[in-house]
């Protein structure tokens, strides 16, 4: 499993932003490509797959656990599905008794947070950065596990991921960047230059490119960056994409790219690119590839988290944040058609092919 990224992410990131990027990175590969590695050669923390093993548990012990949901997305109902579905599975409903809020307008989530820490939850399920920071700071006492927080230690959460201090752990939903390159070989075994374009004001495509390019590097690739904040700029990039002969675009999950993607997606067919890119959506507007986060899993093993607190009896300051993936490789039918590719028996059996034509 790869070591964990986030601190020498975080220097290098802030190299970025004013303009003097300069490091030189090694970092260890393995059939695992869980995020990563630090400076100090720091191992990231064991993290063991969902378990199903149900357990005997007394009649008269029972919890109250409040589930806080900040939006309607299917990622959202994914991670909620997950958890019951997880509790379920090892025999804990019967002990526990659930209370579900969704609640997208941000004052009154604060207030059913407030709402359920007086009426004596034991245990708090945040789904989402919001609601997670928002419990954070109304309760230190009741324990809280949170769900799709890309990087719980810079936004405050836990005091570091490896040891989260606190009341408060959980599951990560850091985008599977190095999977998402894993995928070029996979599918494009003739690739030797990738280029990858992202908003250099946002600062999680910029983590998103970082690190697109260290794997691509261990690949053997010449990986270039374009850092883009304008029009001007995103073509002045594509022109350069284009003279260098690039063979695969990689584009994170990014506001500004999101925005003109469709002039991407345009270029990239009108020379044959393909490009991979952070998520489904991306993928279905045009792109051929990605590989996408199963946001049941995540709940899954808030799950477990969760049963390791109340039942287990074990500190949440103790419990790692998990930073391990349950991912599905997904490839646009329509963009491999179009590009032509004719994908190995091997490729055909690690990914899934979409075929938007037929959903439509």
Not at 61 to 87: M, N, P, W
Not at 241 to 260: N, Q
Not at 283 to 292: H, K, P, S, V
Request: with cysteine.
């Amino acid at each position: 499993m790869k070591k964990h990224i986030v601190l020498i992410m975080n220097m290098v990131l802030a190299a970025v932003i004013v303009g003097a990027i300069a490091f030189t990175i090694m970092h260890a590969l393995s059939s695992d490509k869980a995020p990563a590695e630090p400076a100090d050669e720091t191992t990231a923390p064991a993290v063991t797959e969902a378990s199903t093993e149900a357990v005997t548990l007394p009649a008269g012990e029972r919890y109250k656990v409040g589930i806080i949901q900040h939006s309607t997305k299917a990622d959202s109902d994914s991670c909620y599905a997950g958890f019951i579905s997880q509790l379920n599975d090892r025999g804990l409903l019967s002990n526990i008794d659930i209370v579900y809020v969704v609640e997208e307008n941000d004052d009154k989530c604060k207030e059913e947070i407030s709402r359920l820490v007086d009426e004596g939850c034991d245990l708090l399920y945040t789904v989402g950065p919001f609601a997670s920071k928002a419990a954070a700071k109304i309760t230190d006492e009741i324990p809280i596990v949170f769900a799709m927080v890309s990087d719980p230690e810079e936004a405050g959460l836990v005091e570091s991921n490896e040891e989260p201090g606190g009341s408060i752990t959980g599951v990560s939903s850091y985008t599977p960047c190095f999977e998402q390159i894993d995928l070029i070989p996979l599918l494009l075994p003739d690739a030797k230059r990738v280029a990858a374009i992202y908003s250099s004001t946002d600062e999680n495509a910029v983590r998103q490119a970082i690190i697109a390019v260290w794997e691509s590097e261990d690949y053997h690739y010449t990986a270039d960056r374009y850092p883009v904040n304008s029009a001007d700029d995103l073509k002045e990039a594509t022109a350069k994409i284009k003279k260098e002969k690039t063979d695969v675009i990689y584009l994170p999950i990014d506001s500004f790219i999101s925005e003109h993607l469709d002039s991407i997606v345009s270029f990239a067919d009108k020379n044959g690119i393909p490009i991979i890119c952070g998520n489904e959506k991306m993928m279905r507007r045009g792109c051929l590839a990605t590989c996408e986060i199963n946001y049941t899993s995540i709940g899954r093993r808030c799950a477990d988290l969760s049963y390791d607190i109340l039942f287990g009896k074990k500190d949440p300051a103790s419990l790692p944040v998990i930073y391990k993936y349950d991912c599905y490789n997904l490839v646009n039918r329509q963009v491999a058609d179009k590009l032509g590719l004719k994908l190995s028996e091997v490729a055909l059996q690690n990914v899934e092919m979409v075929d938007y034509e037929k959903k439509e």
